[in-house]
């Protein structure tokens, strides 16, 4: 069915970031994928083509977009090339957020025009090897001293670390109330270059190759206070406010995963001979790739709905929740249709399909669990 979301000026905007990827990225993915990470410099490209500042104000450099539309396209477009690369997407739609939402005006001034063009590249730290969907048991202390906090403790799972100048360091800056567990929760921007900041390996993933992810340590990492973001102890409440744009992202990028992989099955289809005659003439090859583009067709129809309201402004998080929940199982289930179409290939490494069945079984898991969306959307249908 024909999208309604977006409008000239996103559209030309897509077919710039389309032909950029093709032409900068795709050729040298592969080079990526064995690295573990994209290389510095792709990211100060992305800021002169202006994809990391889209939603950074003017007057700091950036396109001063208020909406997430052109957020999306970017989204879209990197997964129409099947580009694993959520470290762009934490920059841009989950760290900035909170940079704009809670950063004071000397903070502004002091990481929007480096986020803007590059030079200052984000990350965001909450999981640990303790506590993961449950962010009310973190045990990393953020201890004040004078005009520094003491940060000690570690996370795991962090997306771009490797090439983060600023991580947003979720810590305990006070014990929580027996009554409220949330309590106590900070958030601070620490500076990678800063003594006691250690990035530890870069773990060796099932998919998402070129994305790196990595274990930080803090060894008694002294934070300046000018770096706290907002105001002390209200970090969990914080991450609350950002959630629904975070689980559109990835609803997003799901979404748009399952969309290019029913694409490229069409076309293995069509070419691949069994028996004597195309895999597309057989009658489950029809139902199957049928049955894939209703999926695909009706997580449209949600994702523009969700991108409409998240516009507006109203996106609740048990909205996204039922979003992120419905794209991330859709991918799940399309992309092992069409990897089962491919046959043994599909098992290859060197097909596409192959790598986009393990890139997308994380979404399930990240940015909160199925189960966990399942926890909210029950809530919110008073169960
Ligand atoms: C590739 C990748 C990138 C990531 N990037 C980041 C990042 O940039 N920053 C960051 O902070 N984190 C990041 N994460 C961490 C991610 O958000 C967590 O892995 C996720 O929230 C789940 O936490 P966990 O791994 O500790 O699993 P656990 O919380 O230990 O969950 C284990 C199982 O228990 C289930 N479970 C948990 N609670 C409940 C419940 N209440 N009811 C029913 N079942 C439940 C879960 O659904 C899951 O099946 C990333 C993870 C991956 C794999």
Redesign the pocket.
């Known amino acids: 069915m024909r999208r309604t979301v977006f409008d000239e000026d996103h559209e030309a905007f897509r077919a710039t970031v389309r032909d950029f990827l093709a032409r900068e990225v795709v050729p040298v993915f592969p080079e990526w994928e064995k690295a573990g990470a994209a290389p510095r410099d792709f990211y100060r490209l992305l800021g002169k083509l202006g994809v990391l500042g889209l939603q950074v104000p003017e007057e700091y450099g950036g396109g001063g977009q208020r909406g997430f539309k052109f957020n999306a396209v970017v989204n879209e477009e990197l997964a129409r090339a099947k580009l694993g690369l ?1 470290t762009v997407r ?1 920059h841009t739609d ?1 760290v900035l957020p909170y940079l704009l939402r809670y950063a004071d005006a000397e903070q502004r001034r002091r990481w929007l025009p480096g986020v803007a063009d590059g030079e200052l590249m984000t ?6 090897p ?6 009310a048991g973190i045990t990393t202390t953020a201890v004040r001293d004078g005009d520094h906090y003491v940060l000690n403790g570690a ?7 490797v090439n983060a100048d600023l991580v947003l360091v ?1 810590a305990r800056t006070s014990a929580p109330p027996p009554d409220d567990r949330r309590a106590g929760l900070s958030i601070l921007v620490v500076e990678a270059a800063t003594p006691g900041f250690s990035v530890g390996r870069n ?1 060796a ?1 099932l998919g ?1 190759k070129a ?1 790196d ?1 990595a274990e930080l340590a803090f060894d008694g990492v002294r934070v300046p206070a000018a770096n706290l973001l907002g105001e002390e102890g209200r970090g969990f409440e914080y991450l609350g406010h950002n959630l629904a744009q975070e689980r559109l992202s990835i609803a997003v990028n799901a979404q748009a995963a399952a969309a290019a992989a029913l694409e490229l099955t069409l076309g293995y289809v069509a070419e691949r001979n069994v028996f004597g005659k195309p895999l597309s003439g057989f009658q489950n090859t029809k139902f199957v790739l049928a049955e894939c583009a209703t999926d695909v067709e009706a997580g449209q129809a949600l994702v523009d709905r969700a991108l409409e309201e998240h516009d507006a402004g109203g996106l609740s998080a048990a909205d996204a929740a039922k979003v992120k929940l419905f794209c991330t199982e859709l991918q799940s289930r399309v992309v092992d249709k069409c990897l089962q179409l491919h046959g043994g290939y599909g098992y290859v490494l060197d097909y596409p399909i192959a790598r986009m069945y393990a890139d997308a079984r ?1 979404t399930r ?8 969306m ?2 909210i959307i029950a809530k919110s249908i008073g169960l």
């Open positions: 959520g934490v989950i990350a965001i730290a909450m999981t640990e303790g506590t993961g969907s449950d962010l996370k795991t799972f962090i997306t771009g670390a979720v773990l993933k998402l994305q992810t994380v898991i990240y940015g909160g669990t199925s189960e966990v399942k926890s």
